[in-house]
């Protein structure tokens, strides 16, 4: 092999470029940490920790009852009812699309497809 040194710091640097997202994701900032306003948690249609794992679920299985079946009555696991609404429902707390809707999925790299049929919200209450 005539250039050994070289191909072996060629190696070294694939490697580390390769590993890079792995050194990142080790040392780099939690990314539960979004810097997301918070509404109030207590009047959400199901609790934090399923709505942070299930929203997208949620609001899929919203769309269909609403749009194909015609119900527009959501029961909650605690028995509340709620109606089925992005707009009527969601967005009476979750006013702050800037600080709330957009931070948490720019952070998570999701693009939802909720604003093609949806107005964007602007600046709440």
């Not at 072996?8 to 939690?30: E, M, Q, R």
């Not at 249609?45 to 194909?68: G, K, T, Y």
Request: proline share 3%.
């Amino acid at each position: 092999m005539y250039n050994k040194k070289a191909v072996c710091i060629g190696i070294v640097i694939l490697v580390a470029l390769l590993s890079s997202p792995f050194w990142v994701g080790l040392f780099g900032t939690d990314y539960k940490e979004t810097g997301v306003v918070k509404p109030n948690q207590d009047a959400c249609v199901e609790d934090a920790a399923f709505m942070r794992a299930q929203h997208m679920r949620l609001l899929n299985e919203w769309r269909d009852q609403a749009l194909r079946n015609e119900n527009r009555t959501y029961v909650a696991a605690n028995g509340k009812k709620w109606e089925i609404s992005l707009q009527n429902t969601c967005m009476k707390c979750h006013t702050n699309y800037a600080g709330f809707c957009q931070k948490c999925h720019l952070s998570n790299s999701v693009s939802p497809y909720c604003w093609t049929c949806h107005i964007i919200p602007t600046e709440g209450k």
